[in-house]
């Protein structure tokens, strides 16, 4: 979790005391963020000789000894630590650790989320208790015996930014059960709240993006269709990505490019174009029109450009300007992300690394 997210999450939680341990971006470090007042601060937890202290005088052999001292105790911080926000925890598993076949008699549908190229997202409920999105894909939308294939693999993707693939009803139409996200769609999200969104709180929504795309990396896993309107944000400002990988089971043509080839053109690096080649460094391409959508407030990349001329310019060198609110370092991040030649692109690990660096370490409140 990045400094901005917590104190996001922390300020709208309100409660004095407060506080979340998270990983520090000093590698290796803690660090412990506590509301007091209206305020955020920051302790990093430092370790000597075996022993974890934020103040000298209070050390401890483990993480849990150290809090659970600070909860009794101030002990050199602001105030002593309460408790850790109400905002849930990502899913650590889908619905069993074998179960990905989801009966549709355990599903209950609410109400209509959205219409896209696969079919109808619902609201929906299973088991009477927890609540999910459900996409209803249309009949003849996908290759759906392949789908259901990959989906065994897709479930078991867990990371905080991923939307979690929860499983199937393989019967015809197909329901994909996902986590729910309450904000919905993040292009929509950033149409909607563009007068009010600041830079700081863009950078963040594009950390966590960046996040997402690092553990798909990591895993040989490439999305294929990322752009703000396959991302969902949920409370507290958390960006997750969605429907990772599902672009290759499309057989409905509203992606057509040329004859045989389905992807979104303003999306697509100059190899995806020419060659329909996919790989993690197309994905980064996208990634950096994605970065330049967020930093946008949700402008349609190259607009009054239709796709035939933009795939000329593209391939002729042509690239995006820097939308006003972006910081010129975040926007060097993007030209990186559309060298012409997809070796010089930099890996998700690389721009995570960046956009982290660009963030800025945490500082050390201790006082003593």
Known sequence: MSRQLCEDILKKEGKEGCFVVRNSSREGMYTVSVLHGDHVRHYHIKKDNGQL??????RYPTVPELINYHQHNSGGLVTRLRQPPSFGQAPVAAFGHDIWEVPRSEIVLGDELGTGQFGTVRKGTYRGKKTVAVKMM??????EDDFIDEAKVMTQFQHPHLVQLYGVCSEKPIYIITEFMSQGCLLHYL???????????????????SSAMKYLESRNFIHRDLA???????????????DFGLARYVIDDEYTASEGTKFPIKWASPEVILYTKFSSKSDIWAFGILTWEIFSAGKQPYPAINNQDVVQKVVNGYRLQKPTRCPDEMYRIIERCWHGEPEQRPTFAAVNKSILDFVGEDYDETSE
Request: proline share 0%; net charge positive.
């Open 53 to 58: 202290y934020i103040s000298d005088r209070h």
């Open 138 to 143: 249309k009949e003849g939308a996908m290759s």
């Open 191 to 209: 149409r909607k709240n563009h007068t009010r969104l600041q830079s700081s709180q863009m950078t963040e929504m594009v950390r966590q993006v």
């Open 228 to 242: 703000a309107r396959n991302c969902l944000i949920g409370d507290n400002n958390i960006v997750k990505v969605a």
